[in-house]
């Protein structure tokens, strides 16, 4: 059997790659791609790296912030009666249709590698946003905070009060009958 062949392919996606996608999700940034695509016998397997920069808003102050973007993702097509996805890998796509257009799959491996969580290194958020955060925030103030009026992942008093052995709260002891 003879190897594969494989061709490379280079994109650039810019802001007017993300306008055109029209989705909420991502709307402006940088993205290089390379694609490897090896022609087997019965498919295709594409090798996607996707490196760059996305701007998303921040969770907290609600402006925008820049996020680097690297990820490495596969697709296998195959040719068939009609389109389906056999997996989140996996595409038939139909032979007398005979091609595929990757922006939408390029623009959900993007949104993939943005973190759940994105939030301004501390200091960067929009303080006008923050003091009315802080202002109408429900934890104490007196409290160690970053910077920005926010709780670090170890200083959060509700993760250190499950941590600490302290009494039970009694309004829990009403459960404690239903077992």
């Known amino acids: 059997m003879a190897p594969a062949e494989v061709r490379k392919y280079e994109y650039r996606l810019d802001n007017k790659f993300f306008i055109d996608i029209d989705d909420t999700e991502?709307?402006?940034g940088k993205v290089h791609v390379s694609l490897n695509v090896a022609r087997k016998t019965a498919s295709f397997e594409m090798e996607f790296r996707l490196t760059g920069m996305v701007y998303v808003p921040c969770?907290?102050?609600l402006d925008e912030m820049e996020q680097t973007i690297e990820t490495e993702n596969r697709l296998i097509v195959k040719f068939g009666?009609?389109?389906a996805e056999e997996s989140d890998e996996i595409l038939v796509i139909s032979e007398e249709e005979g091609a595929l257009n990757l922006a939408w799959f390029l623009y959900e491996f993007v949104v993939l590698a943005v973190p759940m969580k994105h939030v301004h290194v501390p200091g960067k958020c929009n303080r006008t946003m923050t003091s009315k955060l802080k202002k109408h925030?429900?934890?104490p103030a007196d409290k160690d905070e970053d910077d920005e009026g926010y709780y670090t992942d170890n200083e959060d008093p509700a993760v250190n009060d499950e941590l600490e052995t302290s009494t039970p709260d009694p309004r829990w002891d009403a459960?404690?009958?239903l077992i």
């Open 175 to 177: 459960l404690k009958d």
């Open 81 to 83: 009666k009609e389109y």
């Open 26 to 28: 991502v709307q402006k």
């Open 137 to 139: 925030s429900a934890r």
């Open 59 to 61: 969770d907290r102050c």
